[in-house]
């Protein structure tokens, strides 16, 4: 009888004691030109991430020529006094460089990605960028056509036509935030060279922008880069824009844009509420997430596990525009797509369960279940510099102090199921929601004025 071989097998790891984690906070300083810059050393992150923040907001866009921000924002990378537009693409890749902007309600931001290694020369691309942008006509006009042509695409998707028609209808037409945030076609026919450097030389100046360099910085004197790159650009001194109080009517209505023979309705419910000032803002975050933030929350148990309406819905909190005062706002909204037939049921069904959570309130499992998912994941959530540094990038747009993000996590810990359950349904009225539902009106009109919760409009789609 052969005698069986025996195996030594290695000690099983066994789980070494838990860390204590915080989101990281940065160093504060000001260059000679009036830059504010924030720093943030992460050993290990070789890819270092530069946010870039102009104080150069929407609501500053002169009157007819909304869009004009973003194609500013997207021509910074088509060349400098330097380098042409291709020379400066060719720049960017030889360095191993990514760079992205954009126009919001806050400002322009632009962010730069960069091998540690090659940061002073993707600080000094940026620099160049933002210094002396060509702004030449013939890619101006290219940016134009771009933004034209990116119109009708939006307009065909019913979650961006959804969102479009929900800012109409939440804003007096007087304000930048009822209209699309790069532009109507109308506008943004009227952008030119011209026009984009006026709002350039009147808005965009370091002595109101920040700098938020995120990465591996051992052995990099940033100091020095900065001053070499960055501090070379020069402008007037300028002051802080003032903040205007975000005004919104959320009086209970349906809106439905028709699409004819659409064999989904897209689902957008809406209103304004608090911004991150407020001190309701974990208890908001806990309880919207509760009702809608992933796959096991209430809205998707009800529409997408028990009816199968659905292959998700989600609620969420976003910020518009922030001010320390207590103006600022953040929308908070549901949005989903349902098959057209069950689009009454599903609204009904999505309406008992903010009658149930208003009156049974949330239960102490799921407070549990989305403390762990928002505060237990949080260190994967920023392993990388990029996300570092998009979210100290957020804290300065929002007027929020350094420490706010770590605060943030402990406050949400340490919020009670009573305290997040009154928070989402204040965050949530039945009888104050702006719904908008993008679908065919022959088939869902009459089920949906037969629920009774406002009344129904419909609009033809473009």
Known sequence: MTELATMDFHPQPQAGEAKPWAFPAPERGTLDNGLTVLRCHRPGQQVVAVEMLLDAPLEAEPAGLDGVATIMARAFSEGTDKHSAEEFAAELERCGGTLDAYADHPGVRLSLEVPAS??????????????????ADSEVERLVRNRLDEIPHEL?????????????ELFPASSRMSRPRQGSEETVTGIDSATVRAFY????????ATAVVVGDLTGVDL?????????????SAGRPRPIPAVVADDTGRVVIVDRPGAVQTQLLLGRIGPDRHDRVWPAQVLGTYCLGGTLTSRLDRVLREEKGYTYGVRAFGQVLRSAPDGTGAAL??????????????????????????AAEGLTDAERDVAV????????????TAAAVASTLADQVEQHL?????ADLYRQLAATGTVEATAAVVNAFPVDRLVTVLVGDAAQIKAPVEALGIGEVTVVTAE
């Open 118 to 135: 090659r940061l002073a020369k993707g600080l000094g691309l940026i620099a160049d960028a933002l210094r002396a942008p060509a702004f």
């Open 156 to 168: 065909a998707n019913p979650s961006r036509r959804a969102a479009k028609e929900l800012s109409k």
């Open 201 to 208: 030389e009147q808005h965009v100046r370091p002595a109101t």
């Open 223 to 235: 100091d020095a880069l900065l001053g070499d790159t960055l501090g070379t650009w020069t402008g």
């Open 332 to 357: 908070l909204a549901i949005s989903g797509s349902v098959d057209t037939p069950n689009t009454g049921p599903a609204l009904d069904d999505l309406w008992t369960v903010l009658r149930t959570l």
């Open 372 to 383: 762990q998912n928002l505060v237990g994941v949080a260190p994967l959530k920023y392993e």
């Open 401 to 405: 102090p350094d420490h706010y993000q």
